[in-house]
Nanobody
Framework: QVQLVESGGGLVQPGGSLRLSCAAA????????VAWFRQTPGKQRQGVSC????????LYKDSVKGRFTLSRDDANRTVYLQMTNLRPEDTGIYYC???????????????????????WGQGTQVTVSS
């Protein structure tokens, strides 16, 4: 059973930084595409960033480009989302999600579509407020 556990959320002032972590258990993470989604009250989850299973592709939502960086630490089976220059509109619950590149035959892809992802974490709250 694949398990994803997010951590690193919290309360931060505008302009501040946070680093979210998505720790994976029970799978060889470097064969999985991983994405970060954000959900705000009353809205569907939106893709923020993702990386393909072969690391060839990393994508970012336009509003976070230049401020967020996704990285993968294969040795520790952890994917990070470094968030800088945070804005109040970045507030939400952040979820990491994954799918197997082999199972979906999508080694070079990652997407912002929830339905593409088979495994989800429980989410971590990020609040940007003064």
């Amino acid at each position: 059973q694949v398990q994803l556990v997010e951590s690193g959320g919290g309360l931060v002032q505008p302009g501040g930084s946070l680093r979210l972590s998505c720790a994976a258990a029970a799978f060889n993470q470097d064969h999985y595409a991983v994405a970060w989604f954000r959900q705000t009250p009353g809205k569907q989850r939106q893709g923020v960033s993702c990386v393909s299973s072969n690391d060839a592709l990393t994508l970012y939502k336009d509003s976070v480009k230049g401020r967020f960086t996704l990285s993968r630490d294969d040795a520790n089976r952890t994917v990070y989302l470094q968030m800088t220059n945070l804005r109040p509109e970045d507030t939400g619950i952040y979820y990491c999600a994954a799918f197997s590149g082999a199972a979906r035959k999508k080694y070079h892809h990652c997407t912002s579509f929830e339905s593409d992802y088979d495994y989800w974490g429980q989410g971590t709250q990020v609040t940007v407020s003064s």
